[in-house]
């Protein structure tokens, strides 16, 4: 599903999608999807399909709803994985011939109607080990603070984010909730959540998001 794919006639699945590639004569190639066509030339180059963030219309956020609650007592460390939604950028070269999401969208506004963003929605349950799932986030919780602390939801700042993927598996990077005085901070590392898996781009930190709602 996701990484390199040779240049020969194929169909690729992709979640619950389909792209077919055609290779027609000289080099040349037909990419479809829906009602998507794109023809190309060849030229020794492989296609690219990769994991990108869930930033459908071009929100920054990503909320996460557990539909249960963390709760965390002071000083002690957590952690979790969530399920999150993908969408898919496929490149040849340097070029995005193709973009398009994974599962249904959905969006909610976070904070109040007069100060808010809107945000892309999600609901996940809570889990020991990863799951099974296509996109996935592993949160790392640590509460630095003298009081217990409880978390039914997660928002997560996206824009310019990295991804990481393996054949199956798209991640988001490694999050890192901080709860120290007041509000949680949320941290978007940058970093992979495990070992052996590759990046969609160049991995660099970004900054801390306070989560006040």
Do not use: C
């Amino acid at each position: 599903m996701f990484g390199e794919h040779e240049l020969k006639t194929q169909f690729i699945k992709i979640g619950e999608k389909k792209v077919h590639i055609v290779e027609e004569k000289g080099d040349v190639f037909k990419y479809r999807r829906d009602d998507v066509e794109v023809m190309f030339k060849g030229a020794g180059n492989k296609l690219e399909i990769l994991p990108a963030p869930a930033t459908g219309y071009g929100v920054k956020l990503l909320m996460i709803d557990f539909g249960e609650s963390v709760v965390v007592p002071p000083g002690e460390k957590m952690e979790f994985f969530l399920s999150a939604p993908v969408e898919v950028d496929v490149r040849l070269g340097d070029v995005t011939i193709d973009h398009f999401n994974l599962s249904r969208e959905k969006y909610a506004l976070y904070g109040t109607p007069e100060v808010g963003a809107i945000a892309r929605y999600w609901r996940s349950r809570l889990y020991i080990s990863e799951p099974n799932e296509t996109g996935v986030v592993k949160v790392h919780i640590n509460n630095g603070s003298k009081r217990w602390w409880e978390l039914d939801h997660l928002v997560i700042y996206l824009k310019d984010t990295v991804m990481y993927y393996s054949e199956e598996r798209a991640y988001y990077p490694l999050i890192i909730v901080e709860f120290k005085t007041g509000v949680p901070e949320i941290n978007n590392t940058g970093e992979p959540p495990k070992e052996g898996l590759k990046p969609t781009k160049e991995p660099l930190p970004l900054p801390n998001f306070v989560m006040r709602w």
